[in-house]
C-alpha cells in the first residue's frame, strides 16, 4: 500500500508539472518585447541579425523589426520601415549599417539607433516616442519632423533637418546644439558646426515610399472602408 501511495503521489505531481508548464508557454510568449516597426517596402541587397541569434538573413517586406536587431543594406540596398506603435517611418539608405534598440532614459521610452555607417531619414509624427541617432561621438534627438542621420567611416555625424528640430550632443566636446528647420550639422572630434543646409541637401530628406488613405463606402449598406495606398516618390 505504501508502495503504491508513493507511485500514486508521483505521477500526480508529474502530471501539475506538465500542466504548469502548459500554462507557462503562453506568458513567456506574451514577456517577449513587441516589434519596433514592420518593412513597408524593400529592394536591393538587405540583411538583418535579430536579438541574441549569430544568423543572419535577407530583410524583406512584411517582416517585423525586434528590439536589438542589427541591419545592413547594400550598393542596392533600400527599406522603408513602419515604426510602431506611432506609425512613423524610417527610410534606411545604400550602405548602411546600424543597430535599433528601446531604452529608458528618464522615465521615457526612446528609440535608439546606433550607426556604424550609412544614412537613415526619419519621418516622425508629433506625438511619436523620441528617436536618438548616435555614433561613437554623436548623439541626436528628435521627438517629430523629418531629418535624416548621417556616419562616415570616421565617426563624423551629419544631420539635415527639413522640418521640426533635433538636439544634436558631441561627446568629444560635451556640446550640445539645436539644429531647425532647414539646417544641417556637422558633428566631429572638433565640437559641432551648424549651417544653412542647400535645397538640394534638403531634397534628398525625403521618402522614396509615402502613403495615401482612401475612404471607400458601400452604396447599399453606407458602411465606410479605409484602404491604405502605397506610392513612390521621387523626393
Known amino acids: 500500500m505504501k508502495s503504491r501511495s508513493m507511485f500514486v503521489g508521483a505521477g500526480l505531481k508529474m502530471r501539475l508539472a506538465v500542466v504548469v508548464s502548459i500554462l507557462a508557454l503562453p506568458m513567456l510568449a506574451i514577456s517577449a518585447p513587441p516589434a519596433l516597426g514592420v518593412v513597408k517596402y524593400a529592394k536591393g541587397n538587405l540583411k538583418v541579425t535579430s536579438g541574441d541569434s549569430a544568423v543572419q538573413k535577407d530583410l524583406q517586406a512584411s517582416d517585423l523589426v525586434a528590439p536589438g536587431s542589427k541591419i545592413e543594406s547594400g550598393n542596392d540596398g533600400k527599406a522603408v520601415l ?133 475612404d471607400f463606402v458601400n452604396p447599399e449598406t453606407e458602411d465606410f472602408t479605409t484602404l491604405e495606398v502605397e506610392y513612390e516618390t521621387n523626393f
Open 82 to 214: 513602419r515604426l510602431l506603435p506611432d506609425q512613423a517611418f524610417m527610410e534606411i539608405r545604400p550602405k548602411s549599417v546600424f543597430t535599433l534598440k528601446r531604452v529608458k532614459t528618464k522615465d521615457k521610452r526612446v528609440r535608439r539607433i546606433h550607426m556604424e555607417a550609412g544614412e537613415v531619414v526619419f519621418g516622425l509624427k508629433k506625438k511619436s516616442e523620441a528617436v536618438q541617432c548616435e555614433n561613437a561621438q554623436t548623439q541626436a534627438t528628435a521627438l517629430a519632423g523629418r531629418f535624416s542621420c548621417k556616419s562616415d567611416e570616421k565617426g563624423v555625424g551629419i544631420f539635415l533637418v527639413q522640418d521640426g528640430e533635433l538636439s544634436v550632443y558631441n561627446r568629444p566636446k560635451d556640446l550640445t546644439a539645436v539644429v531647425r528647420s532647414g539646417q544641417k550639422a556637422v558633428s566631429d572630434l572638433n565640437g559641432i558646426k551648424v549651417s544653412d543646409a542647400t535645397d538640394s541637401e534638403l531634397e534628398q530628406v525625403g521618402f522614396r515610399q509615402n502613403t495615401l488613405e482612401v
